[in-house]
């Protein structure tokens, strides 16, 4: 069973910035392809950004590019997300989700198979 906890969320002003943390547990984090979502209140959950084993393979969605960066510490069994130039349009609970079978290309909720609690990110204007 993998645990996944999140982490980093808050307040912050538009154009500040702010790096997520999810730290597992229970299972063999090199091996599993990491992505972030987010959903926003009366909204579906979406696509962020996801990144492959060995971080070769980075997905953006087209919204988050020049602005998030996926990065992964596998000695320490973390995935980061850094969010910069923050616009309250980017204001949601963003999670963390492990897959840890086959994966197409990231950029499906229904490909990741563990997922973190969420935090929140609320973003001022």
């Known amino acids: 069973q993998v645990r996944l906890v999140d982490v980093g969320g808050g307040l912050v002003q538009a154009g500040g910035s702010l790096r997520l943390s999810c730290a597992a547990s229970?299972?063999?984090?090199?091996?599993?392809?990491m992505g972030w979502f987010r959903q926003a209140p009366g909204k579906e959950r979406e696509f962020v950004a996801s990144?492959?084993?060995?971080?070769?393979?980075?997905i953006y969605a087209d919204s988050m590019k020049g602005r998030f960066t996926i990065s992964r510490d596998n000695d320490k069994n973390t995935v980061y997300l850094q969010m910069n130039s923050l616009k309250p349009e980017d204001t949601a609970v963003y999670y963390c989700?492990?897959?840890?079978?086959?994966?197409?290309?990231?950029?499906?909720?229904?490909?990741?198979?563990?997922w973190g609690q969420g935090t929140q990110v609320t973003v001022s204007s």
């Open positions: 989700a492990a897959a840890t079978g086959m994966v197409v290309r990231g950029v499906s909720e229904y490909e990741y198979n563990y």
């Open positions: 229970g299972g063999t984090f090199s091996t599993y392809r």
């Open positions: 990144i492959g084993r060995s971080s070769a393979s980075t």
